[in-house]
């Protein structure tokens, strides 16, 4: 997702573009840039290993395995999500919704309970 759809997004939810600013330099001192290599090199923002325990309801900085796997079947068959709609429900990281994204989805919604 691009920055300025986060934040028009925030915007939204009442944030403060400072809040934003907070959240993300918070995001990026606890996370790690991870390569995936099987699903097409995407790259990850996931906790650090070392800081797992301080933010044990993270759940978006996790790679699900369930995740993982439905985007990897979505990076294999690309023409099957090209052009079309997305929602992915119970998304965690959204790592799935990204595949659909990369795959060609022409609109991809990520939903997941907070």
């Not at 403060?16 to 099987?38: G, P, Q």
Request: charged share 20%; glycine share 8%; hydrophobic share 45%.
């Amino acid at each position: 997702m691009r920055a300025a759809t986060v934040t028009a997004a925030a915007r939204r939810c009442s944030y403060t573009e400072t809040r934003v600013a907070r959240a993300r330099s918070e995001v990026l001192k606890y996370t790690t840039e991870v390569a995936i290599d099987d699903l097409a090199g995407m790259r990850l923002r996931l906790l650090s290993n070392s800081i797992t325990a301080r933010f044990a309801e993270a759940w978006w900085a996790l790679l699900w395995p369930g995740g993982h796997v439905l985007a990897r079947h979505v990076l294999s068959h690309p023409q099957r999500f090209r052009g079309r709609r997305v929602v992915d429900l119970g998304s965690g990281g959204g790592v799935g919704a990204v595949a659909a994204a990369l795959a060609g989805a022409t609109r991809v919604v990520a939903n997941d309970v907070c």
